[in-house]
T-cell receptor, first 116, second 114 residues
Framework: GENVEQHPSTLSVQEGDSAVIKCTYS??????FPWYKQELGKRPQLIID?????GEKKDQRIAVTLNKTAKHFSLHITETQPEDSAVYFC???????????????FGQGTILTVHP | DTAVSQTPKYLVTQMGNDKSIKCEQN?????MYWYKQDSKKFLKIMFS???????INETVPNRFSPKSPDKAHLNLHINSLELGDSAVYFC?????????????FGPGTRLTVL
């Protein structure tokens, strides 16, 4: 199955700084790379995703970059704010092109704390 | 107009009891999932149903039995509850045709086994 490694497990930054979280995966056929945000006591929600035909996607203060050769993708948050504090998960679909039925393998999660 | 809903939100019970969690989605998705999130926040898939058919069954004790009466519902029944079953259980749904993989999660059910 797909192996997903996410780092760091915790990240503490000052408000206004940038934060970067990285995920590596094992299946070179993977073609879809989402990031989910889970605030304390809430459900995980998709915040940004990227498909394998592009190398970068941006949405206001968040961006995702993809390096297919090295099999890793990263979440970048600029000008962090206290409300960015949450757990962030990367995910990779199982068996791209196969009978994955949308199954996602999630990374271990990164607890981001933004200090005011 | 909640997209994915679960009941109950909290469940506190004694070891050895049997309990059920219900999930409903009104997004018209064809696939539904159950995840377990432990105290370390790791999201582990347990089951997945596609058009009412079980297609993913991870290594989960057979005390856990999912049931999908129709495409919009996926329930989880747990027999003989153990302390280690304490966790937050999330239901999710997605549409797996086309290129969609986005999963929409329910609010979660916090299960505490005493």
């Amino acid at each position: 199955g797909e192996n997903v490694e996410q780092h760091p497990s915790t990240l503490s930054v000052q408000e206004g700084d940038s934060a970067v979280i990285k995920c590596t995966y094992s299946d070179s056929a993977s073609n879809y790379f989402p990031w989910y945000k889970q605030e304390l006591g809430k459900r995980p929600q998709l915040i940004i995703d990227i498909r394998s035909n592009v190398g970068e996607k941006k949405d206001q203060r968040i961006a995702v970059t993809l390096n297919k050769t090295a099999k890793h993708f990263s979440l970048h948050i600029t000008e962090t704010q206290p409300e960015d504090s949450a757990v962030y998960f990367c995910a990779v679909p199982l068996g791209a092109g196969g009978t994955s039925y949308g199954k996602l393998t999630f990374g271990q999660g990164t607890i981001l704390t933004v200090h005011p | 107009d909640t997209a994915v809903s679960q009941t109950p939100k909290y469940l506190v019970t004694q070891m050895g009891n049997d309990k059920s969690i219900k999930c409903e989605q009104n997004l018209g998705h064809d696939t539904m999932y159950w995840y377990k999130q432990d105290s370390k926040k790791f999201l582990k898939i347990m089951f997945s149903y596609n058009n009412k058919e079980l297609i993913i069954n991870e290594t989960v004790p057979n005390r856990f039995s999912p049931k999908s009466p129709d495409k919009a519902h996926l329930n989880l029944h747990i027999n003989s509850l153990e302390l280690g079953d304490s966790a937050v259980y999330f239901c999710a749904s997605s549409q797996t045709t086309g290129t969609g993989y986005t999963q929409y999660f329910g609010p979660g059910t916090r299960l505490t086994v005493l």
